[in-house]
């Protein structure tokens, strides 16, 4: 009887337009969803369609792990780094692209082959928080020429993350309802993400071929973003005094991935990895097999070329330059010198600043960082800033070797190990755990007018986990 009820309800509701939009896919109201969105209804600029909903049904037990999570465990990632990292690509598309409008794909709860994915919880929380569309939060800046020669104005990426099976059990610890605080017992005992724990996420931006030239033919999902973030609006660069947002189609730019492998011992046991959007490749090219089943632009993830893979910052290496402005003319730098950073040559690679002496950061990602110097700072509280400096003449460029205190952001980390030894808890790398954390604090400090002592363990030295800033 139950069932029938249930099969009528949801082809009742899957028949409408609203797919996304109903109990089967959200039984439990748990955390909120997102924080701004076009307001709801028919009427003239208001929205009535799919909206993101948070997978937030966090596992009680370890999931077993998908076949294709064991072959990527067996893969060697420092000799085949670039199939590994393709592989993962792979691993994350699947059941998640649908194959039809890229509007669609990644809507976690509908995935085709009934795998769970989850998000982390919380980032709906202030100005940087998620949109309706896709979830997607204010990332960091995109300045002039970042991105390519031809790139005139700045921005800001707009991106989603989520977690695999394994992934998702560590947030079920640390979050074991939405009516309750966090329990940081496991992250206290060095616990963090087991291994076969999958991460994936993409960025987007408003800026187009126009500017960057290998954003031609773009995958587009729709945004409802920070008019002060869009080239053609009048309140571009006037976030201080205009906050206010419209939807907007953004081009996928960058797509990151984080993989628990226990072999990469210098790293806390992580892996991580980065593709960038190239437009203009053909139908059939080196990374496009995946998405040969697709129709129309369910083809274009494959787009997405590997930028390259790192298992550990190169502690010992502390020679630095900076290559902040990338194009045909100034191509990407490879530095044979490192040995825990690995980019693809492959001339499908649009050229790239990359980071710091040419480790591992994807285009959206600072010149003077690397995705694991930053990832490594992830810890609660945020006693470390994410970085040491934003400004790139404070940032060493040889000959001299850069200083303990610049290295001390490119150091290598046992599993577990917190930043600052003994002053916060690792969050394992994880910046969305530590912004989890950081903004039910805020929240909840706000709503009950009290303050934690946690509060006080920072010295009042630092800030928000945030790469973007809205003052208003
Ligand atoms: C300067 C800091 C910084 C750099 C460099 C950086 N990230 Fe991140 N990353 C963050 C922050 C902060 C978040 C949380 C989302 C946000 O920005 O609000 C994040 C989120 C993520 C997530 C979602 C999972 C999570 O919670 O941590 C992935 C995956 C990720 N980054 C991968 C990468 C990869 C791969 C690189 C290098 C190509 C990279 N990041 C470089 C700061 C950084």
Redesign the pocket.
Known sequence: MNNILTTTIAIVMLGGSAVAQNFLVEPIVGYPDFGFMEEPGTGEGQYTGPVFVLSDQYPDSMPPLDPGVKDILSMDFRNNSINYAVAVRDYIFEGNIRGGDVERDFDLHLNSIGRDWYH?PW?HWGK?GREGYHGL????PLSKLVLDKTQTDSSYAY?V???NGPGGLTFGKVWPSADQGPDLSSLIAGEGFPEGTI???FLFTVLDGSQVNYLTNPLQWNAFMYNCDVPSSPAYLQCDTDTSRSTQKVNLL?M???IKDNRAVDAAGWV???FVYNGHLPEKHDYSAACEQYQGDGKKWCNLVP??V?WGNDADNPIGFLNETPSVDSPTIINPLLKQTVINPSSALPAQHL?WASR???P???PG???????S??QYPAVSP??LTFNPSDMPQGPEPADAEWMRYFRNFKDGEAFDLGRAVS?D???????SLQNYVEWRSQSQAGVYAVEYWTDGNVGP????QVTK
Do not use: P, W
């Open positions: 982390a980032q940087l939060t204010r990332e960091g991106a993350g989520f977690y991460v994936g996420k960058q990151d991935i984080m991580f990895g980065t930028v390259g790192m980071g591992l950061n994807g959206a990602d600072n960082s690397s995705c694991m110097s930053c990832h700072t992830g994410i970085m969050t790398f994880s910046m969305q755990m530590l912004k986990v945030t790469r973007g």
